[in-house]
């Protein structure tokens, strides 16, 4: 009785089976552990970076839609205004006012997609204090005409206040559309960054991952082999 562990042990050298110690286990088990928390940690912090990435990005085009649209009603503005002037019929009148209420609404947008940058803010306070000179004299031309007084308003017209506003309305707008495009494509190549930065620690954290269940997958391919043929070389024996 008492030699079977002994012979056991023997048979255990002879096939190369050696027990891990149990620290080897314990640092496999705390390996695994810090691979999944990291993982997950990079996992959240990829889908947060992402995402402000992408509201960034959002934002800018939003603001250079809005810059755009703010142009092209001040033109129909304009436009309806100087139809009136012309024909006096009050059907021009409508989509004129109807434009002015959209400006509104389209400045109080830009003001608050443009509060990021102080560049862009002060440049906003121009704009809304031209748009709002601009409004200013489309309104009395549209009053003298109203009034019948059109050869008064065709004068205001000649003393070129509504085109210098309009040229400096026009600049500013530019001016702006140009910085948010510029940062429009800052923004995307710190997107772009992020991405293969994500990539790559994605791939290396897998990599880990695959390195290490690979070699605890060996560890016991390689023990449990080695027990089946201890096992059969022990039967063999028996008979």
Known sequence: MSDAP?????SLDKFGI????????????????????VSAVLAYRSVDVITKNNVTINNTLQAINLI???????????????????????????????TLAVVDDLLDRLRDATAYSPKQKERFGLLHSYITQKIGE??????????????AAVR????????????????????MEQDEFVL??????VAAENRSFILIAFLLANGVGLTLSLGVFFIWYRNS?????????????NT
């Open 6 to 10: 002994s012979v056991h042990d023997n």
């Open 156 to 175: 205001q017209i000649k003393t070129d206040e509504g085109l210098a506003l309009m040229r400096a309305i026009s600049l500013l707008i530019e001016e």
């Open 18 to 37: 050696n027990k891990l110690p149990n620290y080897v286990w314990v640092m496999v088990l705390a390996a695994a552990i810090t691979f999944f928390a």
């Open 225 to 237: 082999t080695r027990f089946a043929e201890l096992n059969t070389a022990l039967s063999q024996a």
């Open 138 to 151: 489309m309104q009395r031309i549209v009053a003298l005409t109203n009034r019948e007084e059109v050869r």
């Open 184 to 189: 429009l494509e800052a923004n995307k190549q």
């Open 68 to 98: 755009k649209d703010l142009n092209r009603e001040l033109a129909a503005a304009e436009s309806s205004q100087r139809g009136y002037l012309l024909t006096e019929d009050s059907e021009y009148l409508q989509p004129y006012h109807q």
